[in-house]
């Protein structure tokens, strides 16, 4: 059973940086390079978006409009983690952040939808003060 494992949430003022981690366990490093993985988040009120996903493989990488040139994704193989390392960060980026693995490789891409994903984080919270 995969599990992944969000960590390095915090409070930061507006123009901060922070970096989470996505941790994964049950699987090998081999087969954990081909998941694509997603990072989503969720504001009180609103529903979970997602925000970047990773696909190694391909050196494909997503990110919806409101992140991009501010946050980037990455991965370690070796590791298995995936990183989110986010700069310049507003308020309007206060929210729990989660990761997911796509269902499958026909699910890595576009539409970037939270129900195309599995194996959720219990998440890490981001908070931006103004």
């Known amino acids: 059973q995969v599990q992944l494992v969000e960590s390095g949430g915090g409070s930061v003022e507006a123009g901060g940086s922070l970096r989470l981690s996505c941790a994964a366990s049950?699987?090998?490093?081999?087969?954990?390079?081909?998941?694509?993985v997603g990072w989503f988040r969720q504001a009180p009120g609103k529903e979970r978006e997602g925000v970047a996903q990773?696909?190694?493989?391909?050196?494909?990488?997503y990110y919806v409009d409101s992140v991009k040139g501010r946050f980037t994704i990455s991965q370690d193989n070796a590791k298995k983690t995936v990183y989110l390392q986010m700069n310049s960060l507003k308020p309007g980026d206060t929210a729990m952040y989660y990761c997911a693995a796509a269902r499958s490789s026909e699910f890595c891409g576009i539409p970037f939808r939270p129900q195309n994903f599995v194996n959720w984080g219990q998440g890490t919270q981001v908070t931006v003060s103004s």
């Open positions: 049950g699987l090998s490093s081999q087969d954990y390079y081909y998941v694509c």
């Open positions: 990773i696909r190694a493989p391909f050196n494909y990488t």
